[in-house]
């Protein structure tokens, strides 16, 4: 899983190789909805899961009632366009 990648200051160029080697490599997924993504960045890495072939997450970024920054459950849901990590459980849940 390759987590909040809008976090790494990387050309389009970069991440696009990243991308590529990060899934060459064995890698399976990326997180797409983050607390620490635009909405613009959602976007981007949906359509990045997309053309990688990458499943795609959603970080809760939820750690404890004590962090008031965000609530859990407070995040946007998946964009249609992805296919969820959560597709491959055994027992899969609604989104």
């Known amino acids: ?18 991308l590529g080697d990060f899934r060459d490599a064995g890698g399976e ?7 620490s993504h635009s909405r ?21 970024d939820y750690h404890g009632p004590e962090f008031r920054y965000l609530d859990l459950g407070r995040l946007e849901p998946l964009p249609a366009e992805c296919t969820p990590v959560w597709s491959r459980w055994a027992v899969p849940i609604a989104a």
Not at 1 to 18: E, G, I, S, W
Not at 29 to 35: K, T
């Open 40 to 60: 613009d960045d959602m976007f981007r890495f949906a359509h990045l899961a997309v053309r990688y072939g990458l499943l795609a997450s959603v970080g809760s």
């Open 1 to 18: 899983m390759l987590a909040h990648p809008a976090r790494y200051k990387l050309t389009a160029t970069r991440l696009k190789k990243l």
């Open 29 to 35: 997924a990326i997180e797409v909805v983050s607390g």
